[in-house]
């Protein structure tokens, strides 16, 4: 296998995946993403310097700029007539300038069931799919997102609808629809019975569907390698655990455990990791626990719910923060960070603890400094802008790993928050460099989570953001 610094990387459950490639959506473009003409693919650095940059564009006295159809900060982009947005389109967007994403079907309303259902505490469930802790799994296969979210009074439980959006189109569609009402049950402290009324931790429905809950970072995509199938699936954490086949549109059958039982885990803030054919999550800030995803395992709900968990799988004499920080996957290199505190964080190297077989993760465990050139730009990663609350600055922040520069991008929250630029992930000193006219024009709410993710189209590299229900999706080009 290779290193988890190398720019081809193939985990043991096959998930091999190369820098040029990673959540590209390329499909038919990767003849002009840079092709050699031996047949191979050069990186998409290489690619965008051959593309230039903002000087292909073409400014008219109107103000619009020519061939890309962006007026102000909003764009209408020409597409193909599968809906693909055009080559040409992506590689004159400009640089570092966030734009919004104009037509119906560019925002997720465009997809919700009508009429909405009620949330809990009154007024629109389907806002809270997105504004209520929401994160999303990435295919990074293919540059496709999948959206399940929101929990407690934030909307009703049977809010469990499950939306597609892909990089190639930025526009969603609905995969599956949400339950019907008929199914709500909840746990009353010692038994499920009917109603709608959120517990502390989510439970499954009557038909054992898992009840809606806050998906933070624990919306994780399972590559068909390990479910054997074609599209692979989305694994949905909480305390009712499934996974969704993307071949079959079903549930596997759901793991769930009563409140009132030992060894049941807050999954507030959770994460969740793939690798290896199995889900790691790390909980209670010094433990990590395993779900393998195959076989079964009695739980509360079943006595063969899919998959095996061991809630203390592996433990950590040093505090991985899950709440008031920044989280990011470094998926090609097997790793994850929470940056939390005072430019610093620690970065958790999973892959190798997993190859290893260790349960004690401690020696994994990497603390990381943040620094910047002019000396400034790192000190934004502090303890009141990682503050968890209604309008956080970074805490929850959208985090993008581009492995082909080795380049972590975090954007903020809130309208007008920078994007970031963090370099030196293969040390344990990464360099910030705050990006200038990268403020965003909408507001995530309580956080964006993993509804942020990019890929190469074209000769750029390119990521997109979603805020919230009613929101246009926004793109920025970052190469």
């Known amino acids: 296998m290779a290193s988890p610094t190398s720019d081809a990387y193939s985990s043991p459950s096959g998930d091999a995946v190369h820098a040029g490639l ?198 994780e995509f399972v590559p068909a390698s390990t479910l054997g199938n074609v599209g692979g699936g989305i694994f949905l954490g909480g305390n009712a655990k499934s996974t969704f086949d993307l071949d079959t549109n079903t549930y596997k059958t759901t793991h769930w455990n009563a409140d009132n039982l030992p060894g049941v885990t807050d999954w507030s803030y959770g994460i969740a990791l793939h690798d290896s054919g199995a889900i790691y999550r790390p909980r209670s800030s010094f433990r990590w626990e395993r779900m393998i995803l195959s076989g079964s395992q009695a739980s509360s709900w079943s006595p063969t719910s899919f ?18 920080k920044c989280y990011a996957h470094l998926r090609e290199r097997r790793e994850c960070v929470s940056l939390a505190g005072a430019s610093s964080g620690v970065r958790v190297r999973y892959g190798q603890a997993v190859d290893a077989g260790a349960t004690d993760w401690t020696s994994y465990h990497n603390a990381i400094t943040l620094t910047s050139l002019n000396g400034v730009d790192h000190l934004d990663f502090n303890s009141a802008n990682l503050l968890d609350g209604a309008s956080p600055k970074l805490c929850a922040a959208g985090t993008w790993y581009e492995h082909a520069n080795e380049t972590l991008w975090v954007q903020g929250n809130q309208v007008g928050d920078f994007l970031y630029r963090i370099t030196g992930i293969a040390s344990n000193t990464w360099t910030v460099e705050k990006v200038a006219g ?10 964006t989570y993993s509804k942020f993710a990019g890929g190469v189209r074209g000769f750029v590299t390119v990521a997109f953001r979603i805020t919230g229900t009613d929101d246009q999706v926004q793109v920025i080009r970052l190469r």
């Open 438 to 447: 990268t403020g965003a024009l909408v507001s995530a709410g309580v956080g």
């Open 22 to 219: 990673y959540g590209s959506g390329l499909r038919g473009d990767a003849a002009l993403s840079g092709l050699a003409a031996g047949g191979s693919m050069t990186s998409a650095s290489t690619a965008a310097s051959i593309s230039g940059s903002a000087d292909l564009l073409v400014m008219e006295a109107s103000g619009a700029m020519s061939g890309t159809n962006i007026v102000g900060t909003v764009w209408t982009p020409n597409r193909d007539a599968g809906g693909d947005i055009l080559v040409s389109d992506w590689n004159n967007l400009p640089l570092h300038q966030w734009l919004t994403v104009a037509g119906a079907a560019s925002s997720l309303r465009s997809a919700i069931e009508t009429p909405v259902l009620p949330a809990s505490s009154g007024g629109d469930s389907s806002r809270g799919i997105t504004k209520a802790w929401g994160g999303m799994a990435w295919d990074y296969f293919n540059g496709v997102g999948y959206i399940n979210g929101g929990g407690h009074s934030d909307s009703h439980m049977c809010e469990t609808g499950i939306y597609k959006i892909e990089l190639s189109k930025l526009t969603f569609s609905r995969i599956v629809n949400r339950q019907p009402t008929s199914q709500v049950q909840y746990w009353n402290g010692s038994a499920l019975v009917p109603g709608n009324q959120y517990p502390d931790h989510n439970n499954p429905l009557l038909n054992g569907v898992p009840g809606s809950v806050h998906t933070y970072h624990q919306l």
């Open 307 to 324: 998959g095996q968990l061991n809630t203390s799988y592996a433990i950590s004499s040093i505090n991985f923060v899950y709440n008031n």
